[in-house]
Nanobody, 119 residues
Framework: QVQLVASGGGLVQAGGSLRLFCATS????????MGWYRQAPGKQRELVAE???????NYADSVKGRFTISRDNVKNTVHLQMNSLKPEDTAVYYC?????????????WGQGTLVTVSS
């Protein structure tokens, strides 16, 4: 069973920075993508950033130029560096992994870490 544990959230003033970290455990045969999603109160969960097995990255328009996703392919961890934070970035952030264990597809989620940006 694959488990993801997210950390690094907290309270920060607008314009500040935070770095989120997601650790994985369990047996994984292959990873297609790892990424971060967020869900603000009253809103649907949305993609923030993801990185695929070929090294490509994808960002939400709202975070382009401010957030950077990085991945350690050996440790199967993923980071999200968040700079120039805005109050609208306030949300619970979830890390996600999509891959396979043998022939079985994996779609695993972390427990979420709260990011609060004060104005």
């Amino acid at each position: 069973q694959v488990q993801l544990v997210a950390s690094g959230g907290g309270l920060v003033q607008a314009g500040g920075s935070l770095r989120l970290f997601c650790a994985t455990s369990g047996v994984i045969s292959s990873i297609n993508a790892m990424g971060w999603y967020r869900q603000a109160p009253g809103k649907q969960r949305e993609l923030v950033a993801e990185t695929s097995s070929d090294g490509s990255t994808n960002y939400a328009d709202s975070v382009k130029g401010r957030f950077t996703i990085s991945r350690d392919n050996v440790k199967n961890t993923v980071h999200l560096q968040m700079n120039s934070l805005k109050p609208e970035d306030t949300a619970v952030y979830y890390c996600n992994l999509r891959g396979h264990f043998l022939a079985n597809p994996l779609d695993a989620w972390g427990q979420g870490t709260l990011v609060t940006v004060s104005s």
